[in-house]
């Protein structure tokens, strides 16, 4: 479920875990093009998942920035046994957090009252757009690291393993937040069809 | 938002929940941000980063030594002993040197005599 721009389709398991590790390699020797194919790769979910942690997609964008050259300097630091995903999103949620807890000026506005159910229902135009801002204030109601876990696990499709390291809490912590993220999204959207 | 059989106990992503947030999250151009990522990475160092780098390598050097240093003070054993004679003052007389040399610390009317008889 991880996803991949239509024009650089990774090969997968044990075979993309090799690419990776291939191109993170040739990245620490220098190779920008190798660079530029890692963050080709995982700058689809990096976005998502700051823009998780922040909301605002500019300052989630700039996390993420963070985070792609945080890497390349830390290179050294992976293990090529194992994905490179991972490894790169704890990476991310970090540089995410750490720029929330610098943001000052920019808030999380609280949900509309037309957002939280009983309002008109847009039309069907504008029905996607609508939803989206829904989502989004509803993910931002949930404490932050709820709000990446259930990213991480229904958008971008990783284990609850792979989260549990990505955050560096217990597997079945979690299992936990995941469980408390879909129940509360789903409240919150429960008159949307 | 999702109807069927799954719950939040699941222990699968929830497709349509999946879809519904990757939709609300899905960032701008990406091409832009490649771009702009890669540039970034091309730019030499900046000074406040370069700097941040000397104080951290600044650090750990300091505290490398700090170890080294208090490794040798360690190694260096007991102190050196100090001769009796040295503890002795010099304008004493054989009452002082008694009283600094004794095993048994001295009754004050001793000190007070010993001082006594010292500033005559």
């Given at each position: 479920m991880k996803p991949e721009p239509p024009s650089a389709q990774p090969p997968e398991g044990p075979a993309r875990i090799e690419d990776e590790a291939e191109l993170a390699t040739r990245a620490r020797a220098g190779d920008r093009a190798a660079f530029g194919r890692l963050v080709e790769r995982f700058a689809p979910q990096a976005r998502r998942v700051a823009r998780a942690v922040l909301q605002d997609p500019h300052d989630a964008d700039d996390a993420a920035q963070d985070a792609f050259l945080a890497a390349l300097v830390k290179l050294?630091?992976?293990?090529?046994?194992?994905?490179f995903g991972p490894w790169l999103m704890r990476i991310v949620a970090n540089a995410a957090t750490d720029r929330r807890r610098r943001r000052t000026v920019r808030q999380v506005e609280p949900l509309a009252p037309e957002l939280t159910g009983g309002g008109p229902r847009p039309d069907r135009e504008a029905e996607q757009s609508a939803l989206g801002d829904r989502l989004r204030a509803a993910l931002a109601e949930l404490p932050e690291r709820r709000r990446i876990a259930v990213v991480l696990f229904d958008?971008?499709?990783?284990s609850h393993a792979e989260i549990a390291q990505i955050l560096g809490i217990p597997e079945g912590t979690v299992r936990s937040e995941v469980f408390h993220a879909r129940r509360r999204l789903r409240e919150l959207l429960a008159d949307w069809r | 938002m999702t109807t069927g059989p799954?719950?939040?106990?699941?222990?699968?992503?929830?497709p349509r929940l999946g879809e519904a947030l990757r939709a609300a999250l899905e960032p701008g151009d990406q091409a832009a941000f490649v771009a702009r990522v890669v540039a970034a990475a091309a730019r030499p160092a900046r000074t406040l980063d370069v700097l941040a780098t000397w104080a951290r390598r600044g650090l750990a050097a300091a505290m490398a030594a700090a170890a080294v240093a208090g490794f040798l003070v360690g190694r260096g054993g007991e102190p050196a002993t100090i001769p009796e004679d040295t503890l002795?003052?010099?304008?004493?007389?054989a009452a002082s040197i008694a009283l600094v040399t004794a095993a048994r610390p001295p009754d004050a009317s001793v000190v007070f005599t010993t001082l006594v008889n010292g500033s005559r």
């Open positions: 050294d630091q992976y293990d090529p046994r194992r994905p958008v971008e499709g990783y | 799954m719950t939040p106990f699941d222990h699968r992503p929830d002795a003052p010099t304008s004493a007389g």
